[in-house]
């Protein structure tokens, strides 16, 4: 009876997730679906994504937290539509919650939606949200041996973007180790090293962005 | 019918939960449960505590992780006892999976019992293990917002761990506002700032769970 339960739920969510980007589509949209653990950098590398491509792209975001408002202020400065989600305890973003807040943007304006999930490595990667790519940040400081541990988070991932490289001096961090663990799991998985602090690595990050936003 | 069925989940969580912290009393094993994000120092806050105490107290280790043994091959090389839970994808260690490691261990010869939980800032929280005290760590790299970003765990804790401070000159942490943020919270939690890197802090932290040890 459980398994059922969650099946359903899960069944439920999938759908929801398709809607999502099919209303994306229609109105050609590329979303991403930002994950990573408490801390790592999320808010900031979205900052600096807004920033880089203002003159050409018009940037959304929607903001998942369990509760505060802290990061959607932080975004409002910007001066892009920013949309809060709090979850209300929930680990993770899913289909509805999205849906809820596409219902709140105007899409036909937008071109890039960047959907930043609760910090966590876990749950955030069993939910679709509907988003074309799952984009997580690791940050040196978490250590290198997180590919092994938290393996579907770094399976699923189009793109990982290793933030902090600022603090690799002070981190027993080894890149190339980290790149074996990444390519073991998913070959096809392009690996970033950035610094949000410094500006360190983020253009290549964006011209990645830049050519996906071309392909649609 | 989706409520009821979780509402059974967590009530039978809680009766195991209570079933093994009867167990721990009656072997007179302190139990701690120990959590924090990915990549904040779990395991090197436990390799710290074990070395401090190791003349005075019997130590045993429950590692829990999703997947691999990286950190219960690393506590292995203090030849203390240490069981390995891999929770096979779920974000969180619960009740019943403690008292399977409980059943592996020879708990008459154990004073302090280290249950090391899956990294993650949400779920943990929500799920008794009979541990009896919650002790967690945020590390500095992380930044001091994450009591308004997660504040169930930060509620549920009896002591803070502030981990890496040996890194504060490179981020933009700020303790007073930490501390404040915590006590809002939480007005009885017990913060530490320590490295375990350098060792700064750790006495103190050591010396909260000598007093702890004592009181049983």
Redesign the interface.
């Known amino acids: 009876?459980?398994v059922k339960?969650l099946q359903n739920?899960m069944d439920a969510n999938d759908q929801i997730a398709t809607r999502n980007q099919q209303l994306l589509d229609k109105n050609k949209v590329l979303a991403l679906n930002i994950m990573s653990?408490?801390?790592?950098g999320k808010t900031s590398l979205i900052l600096e994504t807004i920033r880089r491509l203002k003159d050409t792209v018009r940037t959304a975001v929607v903001e998942g937290?369990?509760?505060?408002t802290?990061d959607a202020d932080r975004i409002n400065k910007e001066e892009v539509p920013v949309v809060q989600i709090n979850t209300g305890?929930q680990?993770h973003i899913d289909a509805n919650m999205v849906n809820n807040a596409l219902e709140s943007l105007s899409l036909e304006d937008i071109d890039l939606l960047l959907i930043e999930n609760?910090?966590?490595?876990?749950?955030p990667a069993e939910f679709r949200t509907g988003a074309h790519k799952r984009v997580m940040l690791l940050?040196v400081?978490?250590?290198d041996?997180?590919p092994?541990?938290?393996?579907?988070m770094f399976t699923l991932c189009q793109a990982i973007i290793v933030n902090?490289m600022?603090?690799l001096p002070?981190a027993d961090f080894d890149i190339t180790a980290f790149q074996r663990a990444v390519t073991g799991l998913n070959p096809k998985a392009r690996i970033f090293q950035v610094s949000c602090k410094t500006g360190e690595g983020i253009e290549n990050w964006v011209s990645w962005l830049e050519a996906e936003l071309k392909d649609r």
């Not at 937290?65 to 505060?68: G, K, L, R, V």
């Not at 609760?118 to 749950?123: E, I, R, S």
């Open positions: 009876m459980k339960v739920i653990s408490p801390g790592a937290d369990i509760a505060s802290i305890g680990c609760v910090g966590n490595l876990v749950c940050s400081p978490e250590g041996d997180k092994y541990k938290y393996p579907l902090k600022d603090m002070l």
